[in-house]
């Protein structure tokens, strides 16, 4: 009984199923690549695909771990594409004017500008959103579909290439014999984790996005927050696009960080935080992101044609999504499993031998006074 | 006299959900053309024994018999076209839709597939001008206040498996609290289609917390407690001592003491002022003054500007002239925060839209308030918060006494209760309660009004609001009466003021 409700436990964790399925993701590469999961170390440095997909993934987590918030105030931001095109423009463009390249100032100088750069462009979405009462997603298109435009201006519609060591490190480099990019990540996430849980924002943000007329009349300044989510999602995509950048050391204004909104705001649904706004959680976003990510290596390991992947990734978000619905899990699984597997949504296991109906029931509400 | 055969007939009905028995071994019957009555408090098992007949709940025992045959339905679109129509008290239809489309939103009359538009609007004001409504059914619904909305789901759900317009498919109608955003007209508007529909023979149960309202409208009633069925009685052998007794299952007479208490405590110095306070198209500029310690009830109708007034006073809308001091200091109201540093509380009349996060729990919703004043970079430290949190849950006596649960999943006056600790807990000067007592049970009721009361005395000033007379009687010191939008009188509570001495000054509407 107690290993049943022990189960029963980890099976209710809201990490439980995002986590259930990467696991699945991985362990299917394994016929295809059987020294998937090891891990070597060549030149004081670890390599595996394991270690790939972290490090390929770094920027879709940062992205999408800035999204986290700003859905979890109702709202969704569009232009975190183009902020992080514009951030590698403005930094690879100021490296290339330099006589040197290599020089720390001037590449520190360089990330600099860039990250102002998505200051700005989230205070602009922030402003928008919060004090014009403009819709998000409105409200974000237009830094999606002008940002390319002025990081295309940027760059002067070229690819810029750049020769520096230093601004290397970041997307390319290792240190501690693991990719520079993974400790970024870490120390991002950390902060994030750290800023929403360990001081109350997390709590004001949860509250702003559940109810923003109740916030508002429980003195909440709500709009105060809402620029700071949008600002704190473009330094995350800004940090994304420094990354991107350095990894191939050029910044292309056209093809940097394209439809990475999409993924993101997939990897946040998949982690388990509603587009509704309200509760979100930071850990379901990174293990939704290393879903999506895997799902990409996986798709080349197992050598689907390169005309059909995009066909192979919808199906698998449809398969996770769906197993994600408690409603789902109950129809398919059916009542026995599906109360057993119960949901998110509050339904707890009804007693052996009661009817489906009861199971299938996402959650009963019952009135308790 | 013999009585007709119950047209619906319910019989040791067991419900049972993880760890509560929510109905046991309860007994309901219905009978043709009248209105009955299903009384109790939160909880008490009224909405499980609802959403079992309708078909939204599963039954774990007993048999249901309607019209002599016996069914089961497996959801309430099984139980709708068995003749039972539900209307719930929020209106769950399109308002952006017209008045004919929303009545027959699902079941649109078609020809070939495609919507016979006239032969729709015709029928549909055939339904509305049988049931006596003066409604235009190719409006846009949302162009009629709330009350004809609510009397349009009715129409709507009368009208159901009605579509050749002769008699009505519908047995039995339920309305779960269909009166509780209702003022006096409108419930009297509500009651006459209620009177045309048991006319026509169908069977109603009705739910709501107004007691004056079941003894006007219905003729029978049956009284659940915990679960278990307490009686069926005919109300008019019943009277309301009677029955809040029945419901309660003890004595309700503290009440009462409430009031002469309230009479003999002394009120302090001038807490806060407002001068020539208004704002256009919500309520004309007013002076008020309230005391350390005083409790000031308003009375007026509902749209009178009570809402609009307390709103003022905390900065939830802003005033477009006048000006606010708060002990001796004036206060810019440009927004809440302003309020709430100068230590103004506000529970909202609605409190799902402008009081609960329902997906946060109940600790969560209990520190917001505190925690908003604090601002995000100084949470409350933990064992601080769950010592607050913990104090409040049992002096209000919130039940499930969990902070980890969800509150939307609490009762209403559990609801209510953690609105009022969210404020409680930021220790206020002032605390507006506004319509704090709609929609619960009587119980709750009572607990709150003894709570203000306290609370005066402890010096506390409160500014409440109750569309009952009786409750702002009894606990104020001082009444502001309000008209059209107008505060026109402010009367000193004594032996001499009665609910028919405030009618008369609302009915005057001058100034004393």
């Known amino acids: 009984m107690s290993t ?88 690879c463009s100021y490296i290339s004017h330099q006589a040197d390249q290599n020089a720390l100032s001037g590449v520190l100088l360089a990330m600099g500008l860039g990250l102002l750069a998505a200051v700005v462009c989230g205070l602009w979405n922030g402003f928008l959103v919060a004090r014009m009462g403009i819709q998000p997603i409105i409200a974000t298109l237009i830094i999606m579909v002008a940002g390319r435009g002025v990081a295309q201006l940027i760059t002067d519609g070229q690819i810029i290439t750049i020769d520096s060591d230093p601004y290397k490190l970041i997307g390319g480099g290792y240190w501690l014999t693991l990719p520079f990019s993974i400790f970024v990540v870490a ?10 849980r360990r001081t109350a924002l997390g709590l004001l943000i949860e509250a702003v996005g559940g109810n923003a007329e109740a916030s508002r009349l429980v003195g909440i300044r709500s709009r105060r927050i809402k620029i700071m989510v949008y600002v704190f999602c473009a330094v995350c995509a800004a940090i994304a696009g420094l990354m991107i950048s350095s990894n191939t050391s050029a910044a292309d204004g056209n093809n940097a960080g394209l439809w990475i909104e999409l993924d993101a705001i997939l990897a946040v649904v998949i982690g388990g935080t509603s587009l509704l706004g309200g509760r979100f959680s930071i850990g379901g976003t990174v293990v939704g992101a290393l879903v999506i990510q895997t799902l990409t290596t996986t798709i080349y390991t197992i050598g689907v044609p390169t005309q059909t992947t995009l066909v192979f990734k919808a199906v698998v978000v449809i398969v996770v999504c769906l197993l994600q619905s408690p409603k789902f899990r109950a129809k398919v699984f059916g009542a026995k499993l599906g109360a057993r597997f119960g949901a998110k949504g509050g339904a707890k296991p009804a007693a052996a031998g009661t009817d489906t109906a009861a199971a299938t029931d996402a959650a009963p509400k019952m009135e308790v006074s | 006299m013999a009585e007709p055969r119950p047209v619906l007939e319910m019989t040791g009905i067991v419900k049972e959900f993880p760890g509560v028995r929510a109905l046991s071994d309860v007994d309901f019957r219905l009978f043709p053309g009248e209105i009955h009555a299903l009384m109790g408090e939160n909880g008490a098992g009224k909405s499980t024994l609802i959403k079992v007949l309708t078909g939204v709940y599963s039954l774990d025992g007993g048999t249901i018999t309607l019209d002599g045959k016996s069914v089961l339905f497996g959801s309430p679109l099984q139980a709708q076209q068995a003749g039972i129509s539900t209307v719930y008290q929020e209106v769950n239809l399109c308002p952006n839709l017209s008045v004919a489309e929303n009545i027959f939103i699902g079941r649109e009359p078609t020809r070939m ?40 789901a009715i129409v709507r759900s009368v009208g159901t498996g009605d579509s050749d317009g002769q008699g009505s498919g519908t047995k039995v109608l339920v309305l779960d609290e269909p009166t509780s955003s209702l003022d006096r007209d409108e419930v009297q508007e509500l009651f006459r289609l209620m009177r045309r529909l048991k006319d026509e023979g169908v069977a109603i149960l009705f739910v709501s917390h107004f007691l004056d309202q079941i003894y006007e409208i219905c003729d029978r009633m049956t009284v659940l407690r915990n679960g278990t069925l307490v009686g069926e009685h005919m109300v008019a052998d019943l009277d309301q001592v009677g029955l809040i007794q029945l419901m309660i299952g003890k004595a309700l007479d503290q009440l009462e003491e409430l009031h002469d208490q309230q009479l003999h405590s002394d009120v302090g110095e001038t807490l806060l002022k407002a001068e020539g306070l208004g704002r256009a198209g919500g309520i004309d500029p007013f002076d008020l003054e309230i005391k350390k310690g005083e409790v000031l009830g308003l009375a007026g109708l509902l749209g009178s ?21 708060i002990g001796g200091k004036q206060v ?62 049992k002096a209000l006596d919130i039940r499930p006494a969990n902070p980890e649960a ?107």
Request: overall charge neutral; glycine content about 8%; proline content about 4%.
């Open chain 2, 305 to 325: 500007g009570r809402t609009e007034l307390a709103r003022l006073l905390f900065g939830a809308d802003q005033p477009d002239s006048g000006k606010v001091t």
């Open chain 1, 187 to 196: 120390v991002v996430v950390a902060v994030t984790v750290a800023l929403t």
């Open chain 1, 4 to 91: 049943n409700s022990r189960w029963r436990a980890l099976t209710h964790h809201h990490l439980f199923w995002p986590v259930a399925v990467l696991v699945f993701l991985l362990l299917v590469n394994l016929p295809f690549t059987p020294d998937f999961f090891s891990v070597k170390m060549t030149d004081g440095h670890l390599y595996g695909s394991l270690v790939s997909i972290v490090l390929f993934g770094s920027p879709l987590i940062l992205v999408a771990v800035g999204m986290t918030v700003v859905i979890a105030t109702g709202g969704i931001d569009l232009s975190v594409g183009a902020v992080v095109a514009i951030t590698g423009a403005l930094a």
């Open chain 2, 113 to 152: 597939g495609r919507i016979q538009w006239k032969r729709m609007r015709k029928e549909a004001a055939e339904l509305v001008d049988r049931l006596g409504l003066d409604i235009d059914v190719t409006a846009p619904l949302s162009s009629y206040p709330l009350a004809v909305q609510q009397l349009v």
């Open chain 2, 406 to 512: 969800r509150v939307g999943q609490l009762s209403g006056g559990n609801q209510q209760k953690v609105l009022l600790a969210r404020w409680l807990i930021t220790q206020p000067k002032l605390l507006i309660l506004d319509e704090p007592t709609r929609g619960i049970d009587v119980g709750a009721k009572a607990e709150i009004q003894k709570l203000v009361v306290s609370l005066s005395e402890e010096g506390m000033s409160v500014l409440y609001i109750a569309a009952e007379l009786e409750e702002v009687l009894r606990l104020s010191h001082t009444i502001g009466v309000l008209r059209d939008r107008r505060l026109v009188a402010q009367l000193a509570n004594g032996p001499e003021i009665t609910s028919s001495r405030i009618m008369e000054t609302i009915a005057s509407g001058e100034h004393q």
């Open chain 2, 332 to 393: 810019s109201m440009s927004a809440p925060n302003a309020a709430i540093g100068a230590g103004v509380a506000f529970c909202s009349e609605n409190r799902k839209t402008e009081g609960l996060v329902p997906d946060l729990t109940v600790r969560e919703n209990i520190i917001l308030a505190l925690q908003a004043s604090r601002g995000w970079t100084r949470p409350i430290p933990v064992a601080q918060r769950d010592e607050l949190v913990a104090k409040y849950i």
